[in-house]
Structure formats: C-alpha cells, structure tokens
C-alpha cells in the first residue's frame, strides 16, 4: 500500500519533478509506506515501548515525522535564498556516501539530535493522526520537488547535522536511508514486544 495514492493520480496534472528527483522520490514514498505498515501491524502495541525509556513503534513514525517536516521546511527556506547557496563538490559528496553507509549499517545506531528528541514526548499520537499529518507534508514536499529549480540541484540546500551540507539529491538520499534505517529499529521494537 503505497502512503497516498489519489495523491499520485493528482500529481500527474502538475508539473513533473526532475527525473533522478522523481526517482528518489518514489523511492521514499515505498520505504515510507512499508514502515507505516509495518506499525499499522502492530495494532494497540504500536504505542508500547520494548523497554521503558526506549521509543514505540508509534514514537519511530513521530519522529521521522517530525524530521522531514524541519527537512521540508529548511529546503523551501533555501530555495527563497537562491541567490547565496553554494554548490556541493566531492568533500560534500564523500561525507554524503559516509551518512549512507552508517545508516545502513545494520549494527550501528544513532542517538536523535536533541532538538529532534525533544520534539517526541512520551506519548505519541494515534497512528491515524500521525498518517493523516505525514501525507500533508509529503504532499508538500512533492510540491516543492516539482518546483524545484533546476540552478539549484546541485547547491548546498540542507545542512544535515553530522554530515554537513547536502544538495537536493544528498538529501532524498539521506531521507530515504533515514526511513530504511527506522525500518530496521522497527523490526526489532516488532520482535521484542511480540515476545
């Protein structure tokens, strides 16, 4: 089940978004609809911890959640800021490859940054809630990949906290490996609460 798919239909009318974007962007749609299912089956246990002071399944999505709407918002700030941004080069790109490879790494784990931490309290919203507010901003960040300028694809337009500044593709990227990587955190909530 794909996370909207009157969503798609619509988009069609649009304008459509570069390729390599589109390409990154069906990609985050599929891992996004996966994890989402993969808490949905969760059914009541969706909100409860493995162990105390650990996040629920329900916890996971709020905060991924919350970590594209800021990705959303700080790009469409930059995007207004064109004229300023500079452009990626390697350093920028191996730090990118870097980021890609630790958060596929399935033994390593990262603490949230504080700010992103703070902003999941305890106790998360109902799912429903959480679906209905993730397709807003996912519908919103389609909006700006349409829009997206093509002067800008390769300029610094993200600025991830330990890698550094990411163009847009770096950024899809690193949102799709970050949703891959909550996958993983997902399936081992999954196994200790079914047990």
Sequence with gaps: MYLLPKATVFSRLRPLMNHRLHLR??????ATARL?????ALGDKAHQAPVP???????????????ETGIGQY????????????????????????????LRLPFLRFKAPKYL???????????AELRTEWERT????????NEFPSKLLSSMIFKHPRSGMLNIYQTLDFMVDHVLHHQRQL?????RIKN
């Design 25 to 30: 962007f069906e990609q985050l749609e599929q």
């Design 75 to 102: 790009i469409d700030k930059k995007v207004q800021q064109a004229e300023g941004l500079g452009q990626t080069g390697l350093l920028t790109f191996l730090r990118s490859r870097a980021l890609r490879l630790a």
């Design 187 to 191: 399936e081992r909530i999954s196994s």
């Design 117 to 127: 931490a703070a902003l999941t309290p305890e106790t998360a919203p109902p799912l």
């Design 138 to 145: 996912r519908r919103q960040l389609e909006r700006t990949l």
């Design 53 to 67: 002071g650990q996040w629920s399944a329900a916890q996971v999505v709020q905060h991924l959640l919350v970590a």
């Design 36 to 40: 989402l299912d993969m808490t949905q």
